[in-house]
């Protein structure tokens, strides 16, 4: 079975706060791996795509961690703006599209 | 600009009357995906298509069908004989399957 889970929060920080949220998943044979963010009442938007090497943008650090199965995002210097759910993504082998974990929310309190 | 079309944004319809979904998307994509969304819940795949006159059922297919006979449409209907169709309908398309998707704005049904 391909599972990916979260913790579901909400995490409540204030602004300037370092939050980190971690997600796992099931299945070994996995391929690609996404962080997503989605506001309330939206849709979707894809925040970085998640390599093994770990990558960075800007307050957003995002790794990857295959021996253990666990993906995690790192915000630096939370802003008001980042309230949002964050959904950890997975594509795995095999012909099964991306598998969406739930969710964790973010609430970043001035 | 290229991009997800899903229309229209909010849909309200009787029980038990079928309710055509749309999703346009001019990005060239292959792959295109159907998920509903409850409220605080994630989503759920109903339907996915990874190539013209082709598509697999998701998790929760039952009272819901689609079609793909261009490459750039993926309509859902929605059956009278879904039991709770009262949800959010994402539409998503990515360029092959496992590369990151896409997701149109949503179709909110309500079903009175």
């Known amino acids: 079975r391909k599972e990916v889970e979260q913790d579901p929060g909400p995490f409540n920080v204030p602004e300037g706060a370092t939050v980190a949220f971690n997600c796992t998943y099931s299945n070994s044979a996995s391929q690609s791996f996404f962080w997503y963010r989605q506001d309330c009442r939206k849709e979707p938007k894809l925040l970085m795509s998640?390599?093994?090497s770990g990558n960075e943008d800007g307050r957003f650090t995002a790794q990857l961690n295959r021996a253990s199965q666990y993906i995690s995002l790192l915000i630096r210097d939370s802003k008001l703006s980042d309230s949002a759910t964050y959904l950890c993504v997975v594509g795995f082998s095999g012909n099964t599209p991306l598998v969406f974990g739930k969710g964790t929310r973010l609430s970043v309190i001035a | 600009d290229g991009g997800i079309t899903q229309s229209p944004k909010y849909l309200f319809r009787k029980e038990g009357q079928n309710v055509t979904l749309s999703c346009e998307q001019n990005l060239n994509h292959d792959a295109m995906y159907w998920y509903r969304q409850d409220p605080g819940q994630g989503l759920r795949l109903i339907y996915y298509s990874q190539i013209v006159n082709d598509f697999q059922k998701g998790d929760i297919a039952e009272g819901y069908s689609v079609s793909r006979e261009k490459k750039e449409s993926f309509p859902l209907t929605v059956t009278s004989a879904q039991k709770n169709p009262t949800a959010f309908y994402l539409c998503a398309s990515s360029p092959v399957r496992n590369t990151e998707a896409f997701f149109g704005q949503g179709t909110r049904l309500t079903v009175v």
């Open positions: 998640v390599y093994s």
